[in-house]
Every structure is written in C-alpha cells, then in structure tokens.
Nanobody, 123 residues
Framework: QVQLVESGGGLVQAGGSLRLSCAAS????????MGWFRQAPGKEREFVAA????????FYADAVKGRFTISRGNAKNTVYLQMNSLKPEDTAVYYC????????????????WGQGTQVTVSS
C-alpha cells in the first residue's frame, strides 16, 4: 500500500523560506515521477512542480519558477520542495502526489496523494 507523508509546512513572513518533504513508501520510489500541488481556500488544486523518477527532469508552474526548487533523494524515498522568496499568494495546503501517467501538470495523472501540509505566508 502506497503512503505519502508531507511535512515542513508552517507560518512564515513574506520573503522567507520553507522546505517541504514528502516521504513515500509502498512502491519502488525511483520508478515514479513525483509532483507537488497546492490548494488555496475556495480554489482548485493547482500544479506547482514535478520531478522525474531519476531526478534528471524537473517542471515548474510559471508562478513559482525561479523561487521554488523540487528535488528528490531516492535512497531516502523522499521528495522535497524548497520554497524561497515566499509571497502571501503562496498560502495553501501543499500536497505531494505519485505520478502514474499523463501530463505532469494534471492532478489526474497522479494516483496517490499525501494528507497535505499547510503553508501560510504573512504579509
């Protein structure tokens, strides 16, 4: 059974940084691309970043490009999201997902999700 557990969220001032982690279990981790999505109150879940199974390819939403960095440690079965220069509009619940097929920016391409971690950026 696949399990994804996010951690690292919290409250930070605008301009600050946070690092999210997502620990995976249940399938051969390096076989699957991983993605980060976020959902703000009253909004749909949106793509943030994705990384291929080997870590050699990364993809970002325009809103976070240049500020966020996705990485993975396959030996630790963990994917990370380093978030710098945070803005109030980055406030959301952040979810990691395990990619099963399809375009990386679609939530429907992911078959397992974590419970989410809250990120709040104050102005």
């Amino acid at each position: 059974q696949v399990q994804l557990v996010e951690s690292g969220g919290g409250l930070v001032q605008a301009g600050g940084s946070l690092r999210l982690s997502c620990a995976a279990s249940g399938r051969t981790f390096s076989t699957y691309a991983m993605g980060w999505f976020r959902q703000a109150p009253g909004k749909e879940r949106e793509f943030v970043a994705a990384i291929s199974g080997s870590g050699g390819n990364t993809f970002y939403a325009d809103a976070v490009k240049g500020r966020f960095t996705i990485s993975r440690g396959n030996a630790k079965n963990t994917v990370y999201l380093q978030m710098n220069s945070l803005k109030p509009e980055d406030t959301a619940v952040y979810y990691c997902g395990q990619h099963t097929g399809g375009v990386y920016y679609s939530q429907y391409a992911y078959d397992y999700w974590g419970q989410g971690t809250q990120v709040t950026v104050s102005s």
